[in-house]
T-cell receptor, first 110, second 113 residues
Framework: EDQVTQSPEALRLQEGESSSLNCSYT??????LFWYRQDPGKGPEFLFT???AGEEKEKERLKATLTKKESFLHITAPKPEDSATYLC???????????FGAGTILRVKS | EAQVTQNPRYLITVTGKKLTVTCSQN?????MSWYRQDPGLGLRQIYY???????DKGDVPEGYKVSRKEKRNFPLILESPSPNQTSLYFC????????????FGPGTRLTVT
């Protein structure tokens, strides 16, 4: 059974204090690993898709990396507007099903 | 604008009163799915559809029904809601055939008393 575990559950940072969020996964035949951002009361918003170990993608202050067992979302010099819940999900080799982790709640204080 | 819409956004109902939450997408996506989100449990898939008239159970299908009569619409039906179905519900859509990101609707917050 595909599984996703995210850590930490919550993270508080000062503005400008860089850090990383972790997503550990087990999946039979990874077709894609997805990162989403979710603001309170809203639907998840797509950030990145990673397909194979060694791949990296960047968007503004965010950088996602992938190994065979985990993915990291690095946040460089975060700002208060980066505060949100970050969700990781994997898609296995069969169908379009996504399996989500419980998410990491990020709070960035100015 | 490419989007997934859901209605209603908020719903308070009583146990046993049938309800339908609508979902519509304008991206011509074949795949549509319903999730529920509960604190500490993340997003869990209820039902999904690979195309018109093709639906299948996700991880938590008990107490829910779906139909896919048109490509753009994928309603979620609760025939006899119970308090344990109080949750935040999301509809999502995507293309099929590869590994494509799913686009999510704004969510429907359902309370069953």
């Amino acid at each position: 059974e595909d599984q996703v575990t995210q850590s930490p559950e919550a993270l508080r940072l000062q503005e400008g204090e860089s850090s990383s969020l972790n997503c550990s996964y087990t999946v039979s035949g990874l077709r894609g690993l997805f990162w989403y951002r979710q603001d309170p009361g809203k639907g998840p918003e797509f950030l990145f898709t990673l397909y194979s170990a060694g791949e990296e993608k960047e968007k503004e202050r965010l950088k996602a990396t992938l190994t065979k067992k985990e993915s990291f979302l690095h946040i460089t010099a975060p700002k208060p507007e980066d505060s949100a819940t970050y969700l990781c999900a994997v898609q296995g080799e069969y169908g379009n099903k996504l399996v989500f982790g419980a998410g990491t709640i990020l709070r960035v204080k100015s | 604008e490419a989007q997934v819409t859901q209605n209603p956004r908020y719903l308070i109902t009583v146990t046993g009163k049938k309800l339908t939450v609508t979902c519509s997408q304008n991206m011509n996506h074949e795949y549509m799915s319903w999730y529920r989100q509960d604190p500490g449990l993340g997003l869990r898939q209820i039902y999904y559809s690979m195309n018109v008239e093709v639906t299948d159970k996700g991880d938590v299908p008990e107490g829910y029904k779906v139909s896919r009569k048109e490509k753009r619409n994928f309603p979620l039906i609760l025939e006899s809601p119970s308090p344990n179905q109080t949750s935040l519900y999301f509809c999502a859509s995507s293309r099929v055939g590869g590994s494509y990101e799913q686009y999510f609707g704004p969510g429907t917050r359902l309370t069953v008393t």
